[in-house]
């Protein structure tokens, strides 16, 4: 169920009470088990969700049975492909001459 909030609707809502801001300001959470630090890797992996990668409409032509295999998941082969292609390039495939 998605809940959407009006601007209008902004004017409405009241802010917290003393009381609840100070236990705000007391809480001392210490157990960030759900949350660990993140690595250098991490940082160089990651990439903002909410930006689209912008895609470039190719022919190519490629193998029938890596087709068969990529559709006999039904819909979405196009997508496997490029994820199987961005997993290659982000963990360094490199082409070789003797393929």
Do not use: D
């Given at each position: 169920m998605k809940t959407s909030v009006k601007f209008s609707d902004l004017n409405s809502l009241s802010l917290p009470s003393d009381k609840r801001l100070k236990e705000i300001k007391a809480f001392k959470n210490k157990d960030f088990s759900d949350?660990?630090?993140?690595?250098?890797e991490d940082w160089?992996?990651?990439?903002?969700?909410?930006?689209?990668i912008p895609k470039t409409e190719i022919h190519t032509k490629i193998d029938t049975d890596i087709?068969?295999?990529?559709?006999?998941?039904?819909?979405?082969?196009?997508?496997r492909l490029n994820a199987a292609l961005r997993f290659a390039m982000r963990n360094g495939f490199q082409s070789s001459s003797s393929m």
């Open positions: 949350n660990p630090e993140w690595t250098e160089k992996k990651a990439r903002p969700a909410h930006i689209k087709l068969n295999w990529l559709k006999s998941e039904g819909r979405g082969y196009q997508a």
